[in-house]
């Protein structure tokens, strides 16, 4: 499917478990983004990457991992979960810079028990 | 403490009101752009601001930008049912686009 997906779309854990949320786009866009969405927040960015093998923190980083080895794939990784992480879970895509428009995965619901 | 507040945080009106969104910082932002999201599903970019003062209108939509480029608002004539969803303004800071914490407009038939 062309676009951007998520997967899982739902997710049930524990603490202390570790979980992978996966991220492919079929657009080959440059810069991809990890956000997290939770009531009065908003959108939180956890990590973002500008290209293949470059990542770099956003807001909220402590207990998240991600890797890029590939320009369509961008897996967040939750190390050992904890309950503080229970939220939804989006990916993005941009085609060359910030200022671009975003384009957004369906989303992730994480619970960690 | 968000960089961006909008208000309302919650809207619930009768469809054929009209309202408006607001979008308010102390910071400059180079630009600013509003995303809706419907229950289950990702943002959509409605708009992208750039220019102090700018205007712009997107059917029932209207977008302005403030001057000093602080703050923006959403204004939607006639609201209706399908204007359902979760709004959020979202600016390019430091690099990185800071979005607010959403305003949810329920619209009733």
């Known amino acids: 499917d062309a676009g951007i997906t998520q997967s899982p779309r739902y997710k049930i854990t524990e603490t202390g478990r570790q979980v992978t949320l996966m991220c492919h786009q079929t657009w080959s866009h440059s810069y991809m983004f990890w956000y997290r969405q939770d009531l009065g927040h908003g959108l939180r960015l956890i990590y973002y990457?500008?290209?293949?093998?470059?990542?770099d923190k956003g807001e909220v980083p402590d207990g998240y991992v991600v890797s890029r080895s590939k320009t369509e794939n961008f897996p967040l990784t939750l190390e050992s979960a904890t309950r503080s992480q229970t939220s939804v879970y989006f990916c993005a895509s941009s085609e060359s810079h910030w200022g671009d428009e975003q384009f957004f995965g369906p989303g992730t619901r994480l619970t960690v028990l | 403490t968000q960089l961006l507040e909008q208000s309302p945080q919650f809207l619930s009106i009768q469809e054929g009101e009209n309202l408006t969104v607001y979008c308010n910082s102390s910071?400059?932002?180079?630009?600013l752009q509003w995303y809706r999201q419907e229950p289950g599903e990702g943002p959509v970019l409605l708009v992208t601001?750039?220019?102090?003062?700018e205007v712009k209108k997107l059917k029932r939509l209207t977008f302005q930008f403030g001057d000093a480029r602080k703050d923006s608002s959403l204004h939607i004539t006639a609201a209706q049912p399908g204007d359902t969803g979760l709004y959020l303004c979202?600016?390019?800071?430091?690099?990185?686009?800071?979005f607010g914490q959403g305003t949810e407009l329920s619209v009733k038939p």
């Open positions: 979202a600016g390019i800071r430091g690099g990185k686009l800071i």
């Open positions: 601001v750039v220019t102090g003062g």
């Open positions: 990457s500008a290209a293949a093998d470059i990542t």
């Open positions: 910071s400059v932002f180079s630009s």
